[in-house]
C-alpha cells in the first residue's frame, strides 16, 4: 500500500468513514488498507482450514476467525462501494480484493 503516495487509489484518502474494525471513524485510505488486508487474512485462513482436522480444537478457532474476518471485510467492502471515489488503479485493486473473497 506504499504505492498509494506516488499513485494514489482513492481521490479522497481523507474523508473519514464508519469502520467494524474501530471504534472511531477512520480515512477512507485506511479502510482500504484493513479491506486489503483482510481479505489476504481469510484468503489465507480458508487455505488453512482445509489441513484441519473438523474434530481438532484449532478447527473451531479458524472457523470463528474466517467468520469474523468476513463480517469486517463485507463491512468494509460496502463502505468503500458508497463512499470511495477510486481512480483507475485503486478500482482495480477494489476489485481484486472483492475477487479474491468471493
Do not use: W
Not at 35 to 49: A, D, H, P, T
Not at 79 to 89: G, M, V
Request: proline fraction near 4%; include cysteine.
Amino acid at each position: 500500500m506504499i504505492r498509494q503516495f506516488i499513485d494514489p487509489f482513492v481521490l479522497n484518502p481523507k474523508e473519514s468513514v464508519y469502520s467494524a474494525i474501530r471504534k472511531q471513524k477512520r480515512p477512507i485510505e485506511g479502510l482500504l488498507h484493513s479491506c486489503f488486508v483482510l481479505s489476504r487474512v481469510c484468503f489465507g485462513l480458508k487455505k488453512l482450514i482445509y489441513t484441519i482436522s473438523p474434530t481438532d480444537e484449532s478447527y473451531q478457532v479458524t472457523n470463528n476467525m474466517i467468520a469474523e474476518s468476513q463480517e469486517y471485510l463485507i463491512s468494509g467492502i460496502t463502505i468503500l462501494e458508497e463512499k470511495a471515489q477510486f481512480t483507475d488503479k485503486g478500482q482495480q485493486l477494489f476489485t481484486s480484493i472483492k475477487r479474491l473473497n468471493s
